[in-house]
């Protein structure tokens, strides 16, 4: 700002220099010598020009960033041109008489003055060139000894020094005022802009009669209406548009009723406001207006929200619907669940909550995408929705799962009759696509507060009674009791204890014989795992191994089976070959493989010995997968078994994708057949066919007698593997048993 005001000035400096320069050379004329005037006259205007010019590139200082050292280099230029005026003096004193040296001290000291006025900008500028220009007058008046003068021109320099400073402070002050006010001025007019320019704000006024007075432009075209037609009509009527003549106005105008008639302050009230055949939502704030103690209306600001709340709606929507199946999801189950509980528990009835799994989804959803598997889940969405009532809310928990809040299930009978409902409904045939597609549904259901005091409780406790219902093959309906939980709880246990086992050395492998059917000679053994836990005893293979799939811990455990089994196979002789089941979950892991490698490496067993055996459900969650770990296995000199073939999910494209060495007859069908069933005899008889024309050998499990050992024998089974011939056994006893060396007869 200070060097603005420098630069702004230049042309009155210029003036006063050119002025008081005159003078001097009108009285110096004639009395100093011409050449030495001229050359005093020439150097003050280079001086001048050159600060004149440098002052005028100040113009912009306010509006740029200026350089620390601009302010003394601008008092440099004016010490300058106080040298050029010192020399003035100097130079031409001796030639001039005491009148004229008067005129010329009076003008110089005039141009001092008139510097402290025009270039208060800058006082530092206007001291240096009053001290430089006043030394060469007190020079002169030293020399001629003139000390009445000489003090009066120390007190005039100190005069001038003093006011200058107290000219520059008022000169800032008043420019630092001057521009806060200006700032604050630019600032309110631009959120005056800015407010007038927002189509969605406007100003409102309405009288102690609740008239529209003074009806803005903008609050007119909120309303589509001129503001002519609004002045004097009822604000509240306006708002209401049609439903005033009903008298069915919505809740928020009754809130805004209120507040006006309490005459009280309100702010951002959301009020629901009729333009036409449109519904708009405005937020409006107001304050009463008193002249004096008399009540004289409201004065207030309004904003057209109608796009942030149908945001807002949609948002609270999204965040309580599922938008897949535009179901209510697991947030708004939830609260129905428990406002469903509190009225049981405030009318001591009853509630129930169900929970549905689609069986068989994951099937449709591999094999033909997970497109049609979302329209499937629409589909199903859809149906449920038809069997609901008022007392009953279906929602998505996620995936496959569905779920269903009774709020009042006082009578048993009924949960019963939706779950029946469900099930058969859910179970019927689906067209999507060209492709005719067959699910079925399992549920699961409790009773809230009896099974569960909680939302919590009663969501987990349908879990496990869907997950039983899962576990009995599907496709029904299965109550919480209490003992499911207990289960529950002894699975976690157990699940615990297993996670240790492996490495407390409580798992270890027994080995069951398979023979000849012929000869009953030795051919194999089958590696089954075994596992007494010091906190719980021996432990049943059918109760952990499931649970060891479905935790993943069969993949450790899996490997290290296998790797036990090639040692031990390892010490056995040559012909004798080693049978390990392998759980899919293993063969979807990619380094399979590796891990089979693995062991024959470490174990020093030749491939060939090594006979992996897998069941049909290794085809049903990734079958790529397990068919290139099959192959990689096979590639290595490893022959590959199907186990209980015929009791899953059997299909002859299996047999032909995979080069199988044998195929296992479970022993239901042994049994059967023992027991004259024809249907178990003619499936024998035609796996054994199959086998045969496949190239591939058939063993026959489950062999317990003399009997059925004939009967396989006879329908021409190649392997026979049962506790007939022996029973799962340790190491130590397979190693007694290669001592003997003797055909094996129970």
């Given at each position: 700002?200070?060097?603005?005001?420098?630069?702004?000035?230049?042309?009155?400096?210029?003036?006063?220099?050119?002025?008081?320069?005159?003078?001097?050379?009108?009285?110096?004329?004639?009395?100093?010598?011409?050449?030495?005037?001229?050359?005093?006259?020439?150097?003050?205007?280079?001086?001048?020009?050159?600060?004149?010019?440098?002052?005028?590139?100040?113009?912009?200082?306010?509006?740029?960033?200026?350089?620390?050292?601009?302010?003394?280099?601008?008092?440099?230029?004016?010490?300058?041109?106080?040298?050029?005026?010192?020399?003035?003096?100097?130079?031409?004193?001796?030639?001039?008489?005491?009148?004229?040296?008067?005129?010329?001290?009076?003008?110089?000291?005039?141009?001092?003055?008139?510097?402290?006025?025009?270039?208060?900008?800058?006082?530092?500028?206007?001291?240096?060139?009053?001290?430089?220009?006043?030394?060469?007058?007190?020079?002169?008046?030293?020399?001629?000894?003139?000390?009445?003068?000489?003090?009066?021109?120390?007190?005039?320099?100190?005069?001038?020094?003093?006011?200058?400073?107290?000219?520059?402070?008022?000169?800032?002050?008043?420019?630092?005022?001057?521009?806060?006010?200006?700032?604050?001025?630019?600032?309110?007019?631009?959120?005056?802009?800015?407010?007038?320019?927002?189509?969605?704000?406007?100003?409102?006024?309405?009288?102690?009669?609740?008239?529209?007075?003074?009806?803005?432009?903008?609050?007119?075209?909120?309303?589509?209406?001129?503001?002519?037609?609004?002045?004097?009509?009822?604000?509240?009527?306006?708002?209401?548009?049609?439903?005033?003549?009903?008298?069915?106005?919505?809740?928020?105008?009754?809130?805004?009723?209120?507040?006006?008639?309490?005459?009280?302050?309100?702010?951002?009230?959301?009020?629901?406001?009729?333009?036409?055949?449109?519904?708009?939502?405005?937020?409006?704030?107001?304050?009463?207006?008193?002249?004096?103690?008399?009540?004289?209306?409201?004065?207030?600001?309004?904003?057209?929200?109608?796009?942030?709340?149908?945001?807002?709606?949609?948002?609270?929507?999204?965040?309580?619907?599922?938008?897949?199946?535009?179901?209510?999801?697991?947030?708004?189950?939830?609260?129905?669940?428990?406002?469903?509980?509190?009225?049981?528990?405030?009318?001591?009835?009853?509630?129930?909550?169900?929970?549905?799994?689609?069986?068989?989804?994951?099937?449709?959803?591999?094999?033909?995408?997970?497109?049609?598997?979302?329209?499937?889940?629409?589909?199903?969405?859809?149906?449920?929705?038809?069997?609901?009532?008022?007392?009953?809310?279906?929602?998505?928990?996620?995936?496959?799962?569905?779920?269903?809040?009774?709020?009042?299930?006082?009578?048993?009978?009924?949960?019963?009759?939706?779950?029946?409902?469900?099930?058969?409904?859910?179970?019927?045939?689906?067209?999507?696509?060209?492709?005719?597609?067959?699910?079925?549904?399992?549920?699961?259901?409790?009773?809230?507060?009896?099974?569960?005091?909680?939302?919590?409780?009663?969501?987990r406790n349908a879990d496990l009674a869907l997950y039983r219902a899962k576990e009995e093959g599907g496709s029904g309906h299965y109550r919480y009791e209490p003992r499911l939980h207990a289960t529950a709880e002894e699975r976690r246990v157990l699940e615990v204890a297993l996670r240790r086992a492996l490495a407390d050395g409580e798992l270890s492998l027994n080995f069951q014989p398979v023979v000849n059917a012929q000869d009953e000679t030795l051919v194999s053994f089958e590696a089954l795992m075994r596992w007494n836990s010091a906190e719980h005893g021996s432990i049943s293979p059918g109760k952990f191994i499931p649970l060891a799939e479905d935790t993943r811990?069969?993949?450790?455990?899996?490997?290290?089976?296998?790797?036990?089994?090639?040692?031990?196979?390892?010490?056995?002789?040559?012909?004798?070959?080693?049978?390990?089941?392998?759980?899919?979950?293993?063969?979807?892991?990619?380094?399979?493989?590796?891990?089979?490698?693995?062991?024959?490496?470490?174990?020093?067993?030749?491939?060939?010995?090594?006979?992996?055996?897998?069941?049909?459900?290794?085809?049903?969650?990734?079958?790529?997968?397990?068919?290139?770990?099959?192959?990689?296995?096979?590639?290595?000199?490893?022959?590959?078994?199907?186990?209980?073939?015929?009791?899953?999910?059997?299909?002859?494209?299996?047999?032909?994708?995979?080069?199988?060495?044998?195929?296992?007859?479970?022993?239901?069908?042994?049994?059967?057949?023992?027991?004259?069933?024809?249907?178990?005899?003619?499936?024998?008889?035609?796996?054994?066919?199959?086998?045969?024309?496949?190239?591939?050998?058939?063993?026959?499990?489950?062999?317990?007698?003399?009997?059925?050992?004939?009967?396989?024998?006879?329908?021409?089974?190649?392997?026979?593997?049962?506790?007939?011939?022996?029973?799962?056994?340790?190491?130590?006893?397979?190693?007694?048993?290669?001592?003997?060396?003797?055909?094996?007869?129970?």
């Amino acid at each position: 700002m200070q060097l603005a005001r420098v630069a702004s000035v230049w042309r009155a400096r210029a003036f006063g220099h050119v002025f008081v320069a005159a003078m001097v050379a009108w009285t110096a004329y004639g009395r100093v010598p011409t050449p030495l005037l001229a050359a005093w006259v020439a150097l003050l205007g280079v001086v001048l020009a050159y600060v004149v010019v440098r002052d005028g590139a100040l113009i912009d200082a306010d509006t740029r960033r200026v350089a620390p050292g601009e302010m003394h280099r601008h008092a440099l230029r004016a010490g300058m041109l106080g040298v050029a005026w010192a020399m003035a003096v100097v130079l031409f004193t001796g030639y001039l008489e005491s009148t004229d040296r008067y005129i010329m001290i009076a003008a110089i000291g005039t141009l001092i003055a008139g510097a402290a006025l025009i270039v208060s900008g800058a006082p530092l500028s206007t001291i240096v060139f009053g001290a430089l220009t006043g030394a060469g007058m007190l020079t002169i008046l030293v020399i001629e000894r003139a000390y009445q003068l000489m003090s009066l021109v120390v007190f005039f320099l100190l005069v001038v020094g003093y006011g200058t400073i107290a000219i520059a402070r008022i000169y800032l002050v008043a420019r630092i005022a001057q521009n806060n006010s200006q700032e604050k001025s630019e600032v309110v007019s631009l959120l005056l802009r800015e407010f007038e320019e927002n189509e969605a704000d406007w100003l409102w006024q309405i009288d102690a009669a609740r008239r529209i007075r003074g009806a803005s432009p903008r609050f007119s075209f909120a309303l589509g209406r001129k503001p002519e037609e609004l002045e004097g009509q009822s604000f509240l009527q306006v708002l209401a548009g049609e439903a005033w003549n009903d008298a069915n106005f919505p809740q928020s105008l009754h809130d805004l009723a209120d507040r006006m008639k309490r005459r009280e302050s309100f702010s951002n009230l959301l009020v629901k406001v009729a333009i036409g055949k449109q519904t708009r939502w405005w937020e409006l704030s107001g304050t009463p207006l008193f002249d004096g103690d008399v009540f004289t209306g409201f004065r207030g600001v309004g904003s057209d929200v109608t796009e942030q709340r149908e945001s807002s709606e949609k948002i609270a929507y999204l965040a309580r619907y599922d938008t897949l199946t535009g179901l209510p999801n697991r947030l708004m189950l939830t609260e129905a669940l428990g406002d469903a509980l509190q009225y049981a528990r405030q009318w001591r009835t009853r509630c129930a909550f169900l929970m549905v799994d689609l069986d068989r989804f994951k099937a449709v959803n591999d094999s033909l995408g997970h497109l049609v598997g979302d329209r499937l889940l629409a589909q199903v969405s859809r149906r449920l929705k038809e069997l609901m009532d008022e007392n009953a809310l279906c929602g998505r928990l996620g995936g496959d799962e569905f779920a269903i809040v009774i709020r009042d299930a006082s009578d048993s009978q009924r949960v019963e009759t939706v779950a029946r409902q469900v099930i058969e409904r859910l179970s019927q045939p689906y067209e999507i696509d060209r492709h005719t597609l067959y699910i079925g549904a399992s549920v699961g259901s409790a009773f809230g507060p009896r099974d569960g005091k909680t939302v919590e409780d009663l969501m987990r406790n349908a879990d496990l009674a869907l997950y039983r219902a899962k576990e009995e093959g599907g496709s029904g309906h299965y109550r919480y009791e209490p003992r499911l939980h207990a289960t529950a709880e002894e699975r976690r246990v157990l699940e615990v204890a297993l996670r240790r086992a492996l490495a407390d050395g409580e798992l270890s492998l027994n080995f069951q014989p398979v023979v000849n059917a012929q000869d009953e000679t030795l051919v194999s053994f089958e590696a089954l795992m075994r596992w007494n836990s010091a906190e719980h005893g021996s432990i049943s293979p059918g109760k952990f191994i499931p649970l060891a799939e479905d935790t993943r811990l069969i993949v450790p455990i899996g490997a290290w089976v296998l790797e036990q089994a090639c040692r031990e196979a390892a010490r056995w002789p040559r012909d004798v070959r080693v049978a390990v089941n392998v759980s899919p979950e293993q063969l979807l892991e990619r380094d399979f493989p590796a891990t089979v490698v693995n062991a024959l490496s470490a174990s020093g067993l030749d491939a060939h010995r090594l006979e992996i055996e897998v069941t049909e459900s290794i085809f049903l969650r990734d079958p790529d997968v397990a068919r290139n770990s099959l192959e990689q296995v096979m590639a290595l000199g490893c022959t590959v078994a199907l186990d209980d073939f015929g009791t899953g999910y059997s299909s002859l494209g299996y047999l032909r994708k995979l080069q199988f060495s044998t195929i296992k007859v479970d022993r239901t069908f042994v049994d059967g057949a023992a027991e004259g069933n024809q249907e178990s005899l003619a499936i024998v008889r035609a796996v054994i066919a199959m086998a045969r024309s496949l190239e591939m050998t058939t063993t026959a499990e489950g062999v317990e007698s003399p009997e059925q050992a004939e009967l396989v024998r006879s329908l021409g089974c190649d392997k026979i593997q049962g506790f007939h011939f022996g029973r799962p056994m340790p190491a130590e006893e397979v190693h007694a048993l290669f001592r003997q060396r003797e055909p094996l007869i129970a």
